[in-house]
Structures are given as C-alpha cells and as structure tokens.
C-alpha cells in the first residue's frame, strides 16, 4: 500500500526546519532542550496545532511525552512531507502522530506496519501486533496474519 507524499508549501522543506529565521513557536523536547519551528508548517498538517496556535495562542509546544529523536522525525517529516518509518520507531511514531492527528502519518505507520507483517516471522509478528494494539488509542485494533 504506497501512501501519496503530502505537499508543503513551496519554499519549505526540511533544511527549514534548522533556520531559525523561520521559527516562531517553541518545541520543547523530552531532555528538556528546545528548538524553533514554523508555526505555518505544523499547523498544515495537523489540525491539533492549529487550534493550539490560532485558537489558544500557544507560543510553546511541548513533545516531552515522545523521545526527542521520535520527536525530531516528526517534525522532519512535517518539513518534508515523507518519513521512512522504521520498525524500531513505528510504535512511537504512530503514537505521536494519532496525538497530533496528523492522518498522512498515520497511514504511512499502517503501511509501513503491513510491510512489516509481510517480511516478518510468525514469532515477531505477534510481538509486533500487540505492540502496535498497545499504541492505539481508539478501539480499532490491528490484526496481521501470515
């Protein structure tokens, strides 16, 4: 299942996301670093951010329930519009984007989670279904069957 890379706007990509120029909200991480971001770009992608932003007048956001490197890759692929979603990270990538309700993300978890089951044993896959289950927060409930 290929899912359609999201567009951005047109003179942002990923390098932008280490510009300060372009950072008007402050993302604060896990290790208590912080970084500025485009307030502009998060908010094309998740409905979340822009309530944060446009509604509650969020200046601040704050990741701290995600490890900084989970964090860090979603923020780059709000910059860039893909991610390679990698078994070690899946749960905690899916997690955060169901957060966020970034749906594109969402998808590419589900995708890369099949791809997973199809290339996995029969002994990884349910270790990696209740993993996955466990990362849900609504009562839909994944199955993968060899």
């Known amino acids: ?3 359609a890379k999201v567009s951005v706007p047109c003179d942002f990509g990923v390098e932008n996301l280490y510009d300060e120029f372009h950072g008007n909200i402050i993302v604060e991480f896990k290790d208590s670093s912080v970084m500025k971001v485009s307030s502009l770009i998060l908010s094309w992608n998740s409905e979340v951010f822009t309530h944060l932003f446009k509604e509650l007048r969020q200046g601040t956001v704050e990741l701290t329930d995600f490890s900084k490197e989970v964090a860090v890759i979603l923020l780059e ?3 860039s519009g893909d991610i390679v979603v990698e078994r070690s990270h899946f749960r905690e990538i899916y997690k955060i984007s169901h957060a966020f309700k970034v749906e594109w993300l969402s998808e590419k978890c589900i995708a890369a989670f099949t791809e ?3 290339s996995s044993s029969h002994d990884s896959l349910n270790d990696m279904v209740f993993l996955f289950n466990e990362a849900l927060y609504s009562e839909k409930t994944l199955k993968c069957e060899k």
């Open 77 to 79: 692929s709000l910059y």
């Open 116 to 118: 997973f089951c199809e």
């Open 1 to 3: 299942m290929s899912v």
